[in-house]
Nanobody, 122 residues
Framework: QVQLVESGGGLVQAGGSLRLSCAVSGRAFSTYVMAWFRQAPGEERDFVAAISSNSDWTPYEDSVKGRFTISRDNAKATVFLQMSSLKPEDTAVYSC???????????????WGQGTQVTVSS
């Protein structure tokens, strides 16, 4: 069974930075496409970023391009989301996901973490 556990969320002022981590247990982490999604209160879950198994595919949602960076450490079975120049509109629960397809579609990811809250104050 694959389990995902996020960490690194918190409260930060606008313009600040946070680094989210997602530790994955179970087999074959290095073969999974990993992604981050976020969901603000009353909103749908939105794609943020993804990374292929060998890190050669890293799409980003337009509003986070140039501010967020996704990376992974296959030896440590962990995926990261470095977030800089944070804005109040980045406030959401951030969840990581694992799947077998290089996609932005949440429904195609098989495994999900419980999420970590990111709150950006103005």
């Amino acid at each position: 069974q694959v389990q995902l556990v996020e960490s690194g969320g918190g409260l930060v002022q606008a313009g600040g930075s946070l680094r989210l981590s997602c530790a994955v247990s179970g087999r074959a982490f290095s073969t999974y496409v990993m992604a981050w999604f976020r969901q603000a209160p009353g909103e749908e879950r939105d794609f943020v970023a993804a990374i292929s198994s060998n890190s050669d595919w890293t799409p980003y949602e337009d509003s986070v391009k140039g501010r967020f960076t996704i990376s992974r450490d296959n030896a440590k079975a962990t995926v990261f989301l470095q977030m800089s120049s944070l804005k109040p509109e980045d406030t959401a629960v951030y969840s990581c996901a694992a799947g077998r397809f290089a996609t932005r579609r949440a429904g195609l990811y098989e495994y999900w973490g419980q999420g970590t809250q990111v709150t950006v104050s103005s």
